[in-house]
């Protein structure tokens, strides 16, 4: 995606990454789903990103789609209809209401045998395969940084708009196992983190 997009389109291109680490992880992969509120994957720049990867690698896009209030029962239902339509792989989105159900949806995927990316790296602590997301550390003072300046003085609108681009590669060896699967030595090799 071009440098010039609207801020709000930037950094949309991180979803591709996510499926191109995926398809490096499975090399066979044909299809896979990607796990987001409907009101969220409706007119959202993340959207596009993930349909243009998946046109380019071939791989076909599957949205399962959260309507409403978010509960544990429409997770579960989602990951049956997953199984069911025989999903290969799947890519949780960035939802802030995911954090809360971050063990469900791990063991979600894990019971129905999806393997998942995720981008918050609180996932694969919680057991999830894949992660890969903002190094936090990195944010957090830049976050610091940014209202050091407000308190001293500077107009919020005067500060440059911040966009992530250092990202951590997380990888649990132990999820991958309960999986069956061998990820390939030199995906292991490049990861921040490697949960055995």
Request: proline letters at 5%; aromatic letters at 10%.
């Amino acid at each position: 995606m071009s440098a010039l997009l609207p801020f709000y389109l930037r950094g949309a291109e991180i979803w591709g990454k996510r499926l191109a680490i995926l398809q490096e992880a499975l090399p066979k992969l044909s299809n896979f789903s990607f796990l987001t509120p409907q009101a969220r994957w409706e007119l959202n720049p993340i959207q596009r990103a993930l349909r243009e990867a998946a046109n380019r690698t071939g791989i076909s896009l599957r949205p399962a789609l959260l309507q409403g209030r978010i509960d544990e029962t429409q997770f579960r239902e989602l990951f049956s209809g997953m199984r069911q339509d025989q999903a290969e792989a799947l890519i949780v989105g960035d939802d802030a209401t995911f954090f809360t159900y971050r063990r469900l949806v791990t063991e979600l995927a894990a019971a129905n045998r999806i393997p998942a990316i995720y981008s918050n790296i609180f996932f694969v602590e919680a057991g999830g395969l894949i992660v890969y997301a903002n190094d936090l550390v990195v944010l957090y003072r830049h976050v610091a940084a940014q209202i050091d300046k407000v308190l001293k003085g500077a107009n919020p609108g005067d500060i440059p708009y911040y966009l992530a681009t250092n990202y951590k590669l997380s990888i649990n060896l132990k999820t991958a196992k309960s999986l069956s699967l061998e990820l390939p030595a030199t995906l292991v090799a490049r990861a921040d983190e490697v949960i055995e």
